[in-house]
């Protein structure tokens, strides 16, 4: 069960993290850098990462200044993936500000991106608790997400993709980064190889389930709670648990309803995608999945000592 008391303790991590990136040391010179990393580390979020490594950590007694380093690393890190995934798939608003390469341009923000993933490296280089063990895992962590950013890509438009090439995809871009943060909290308690693993595979169920939960919302949201436009996703051709559910479940049916309602304007299009989704089942399924992988995590919390 969930106390109010550690609801607020996690209200206060995240104000605390706000606090240290919106303050962080930053040069200001050359502008054509550093204000547009200033603008990335001003902006919101729900610091989900940064809380995981905490809340971890401090379970196992790991060094506080370990932890502020390393929770700004797993942020920055997270951030320096949103700035190049913006890029990628054109998307002008994030957390409801205009994204980076929105406000200047690609090369900006191409720029920014990479100035964040450094400064995240020269952060998490000064943990003192097992450093070579969280560095590598740091670096880890990053090219399995570009390896999910790079099935996302290479699964647009493919109308033959799978639930188990949908699943590899969302473990890697999303899952993966979540539990290396609670793998990291569990390096920086200086904990078993075996504790350790267990963290890793929690924080990986769990960010499915992020992830999952995630493409609902996507359709059965609205814009101003989600930050960004709802359907972009669909609209650009991209796998979700939705319609991989929808192809699995009535292929035929499904390749129908999308030639049908794609012809529609966004809004329109939106309203009759969530029609079929609930007639079908489909969204029931999707909240299931997203269920029974939160359930899975829970479960590696029970056996870890």
Not at 76 to 105: E, S, Y
Not at 237 to 265: C, F, Y
């Amino acid at each position: 069960m969930v106390t109010d008391s550690f609801l607020d303790h996690i209200e206060r991590l995240r104000f605390e993290i706000n606090e240290r990136l919106h303050s962080f040391p930053l040069d200001s010179e050359p502008k054509y850098i550093y204000d547009p990393i200033k603008y990335i580390m001003d902006g919101k979020g729900k610091r989900l990462r940064p809380i995981i490594v905490n809340l971890v950590g401090t379970v196992y007694g790991a060094n506080k200044d370990d932890l502020l380093n390393a929770g700004l690393a797993v942020e920055l890190l997270h951030n320096f993936t949103l700035v190049h995934d913006d890029i990628m798939d054109q998307d002008n608003l994030r957390h409801g500000k205009a994204t980076v390469h929105n406000k200047w341009d690609e090369s900006t923000a191409i720029l920014a991106g990479d100035g964040i993933y450094a400064i995240a490296q020269i952060l998490i280089t000064k943990v003192k608790t097992n450093p070579l063990k969280a560095v590598h895992a740091f670096n880890e962590a990053t090219l399995y997400v570009c390896e999910g950013q790079a099935y996302d890509k290479e699964f647009e438009h493919n109308h033959g993709i799978i639930l188990d090439q949908y699943l590899t995809m969302i473990k890697k871009k999303t899952g993966w980064l979540i539990g290396f943060c609670a793998e990291l909290g569990g390096i920086l308690g200086d904990q078993s190889d075996t504790v350790i693993n267990e963290l890793q595979s929690y924080g990986l169920n769990l960010g499915i389930a992020f992830q999952i939960q995630d493409d609902i919302l996507e359709i059965f949201s609205n814009s101003k709670s989600m930050g960004k436009s709802l359907g972009s996703d669909l609209i650009a051709g991209k796998q979700t648990i939705l319609t991989v559910l929808a192809r699995q479940k009535d292929a035929i049916g499904w390749k129908q309803k999308w030639e049908e309602i794609m012809h529609n304007d966004i809004q329109l299009a939106i309203e009759k995608f969530r029609i079929y989704f609930e007639n079908n089942g489909i969204l029931e399924l999707g909240k299931n999945m997203a269920k029974d992988y939160t359930e899975a995590a829970q479960n590696n919390l029970l056996i870890i000592p």
